[in-house]
């Protein structure tokens, strides 16, 4: 009888680290960001294993990039931006 050894090891896999916050969906105001991770090496999941967490994560923003409009005598529009 022959016996082999072999050398084992244990592969990972996982949520990569965050990407970055997207910018506001608001320029003026509040809005919403997003920002989403990879699964890192899907391989390792065995047996129909399920990932766990979420892939993208939401966050509430608020911008304050707005133009103050004024309507003129002649009906012109002045905007300045704040």
Request: charge should be positive; hydrophobic fraction near 35%; aromatic fraction near 10%.
């Amino acid at each position: 009888m022959v016996i082999k050894h072999c050398a084992c090891f244990a592969v990972h896999s996982g949520w990569g680290a965050w990407n970055t916050w997207s910018p506001c969906s608001s320029t003026c105001g509040m809005g919403l960001k997003h920002r989403n991770r990879k699964w890192i090496n899907p391989s390792a999941l065995v047996d129909g294993g399920q990932f766990s967490g979420d892939q993208t994560e939401y966050d509430l923003c608020t911008e304050f990039n707005c133009k103050l409009c004024h309507l003129l005598i002649n009906e012109a529009v002045w905007c300045v931006r704040n």
